[in-house]
């Protein structure tokens, strides 16, 4: 999955430098299917486990995480890909991690790490 968001980041970038608007329709529904093709694949090296003989438990059983991990990219699709649909949006999120990180810093140093004995 990592090499085929990459090379979708590749062909955004090309298309991008082409001044196009959208990557072409034919393109884009070959990177769908090779991304759903992807999941599929990941849900058949991966199945859910069988229940256990002991007592019966309430509740959902408990996934493992690459389950998880392949439920986001089963039920988020649109979200995951959607520098491939927008050129506006970047591929990754580094730069709004940035831009928080200098108000967390003010917030560890302002309210979070004072003890009782410093206020004395």
């Given amino acids: 999955m990592i090499d085929h968001l990459l090379a979708i980041k590749n062909a955004v970038a090309t298309a991008r430098s082409a001044n196009l ?3 072409p329709n034919t393109e884009k529904i070959s ?3 090779r991304y759903n093709r992807i ?3 990941g849900y058949t090296e991966n199945p859910l486990a069988e229940p256990s003989s002991g007592p019966k438990r309430r509740g959902r059983r408990k996934q493992s995480k690459a389950l998880n991990l392949l439920d986001r990219f089963r039920d988020h699709s649109r979200s995951i890909l959607a520098f ?3 050129f506006a949006v970047p591929f990754d999120n580094n730069q709004s991690e940035r831009d928080l990180r200098i108000m967390k810093v003010r917030q560890k140093i302002s309210d979070t790490f004072r003890s009782l004995d410093a206020l004395a």
């Fill in 84 to 86: 491939l649909y927008d």
């Fill in 31 to 33: 990177i769908l299917a």
């Fill in 39 to 41: 999941v599929n694949e």
């Fill in 21 to 23: 608007q959208a990557i």
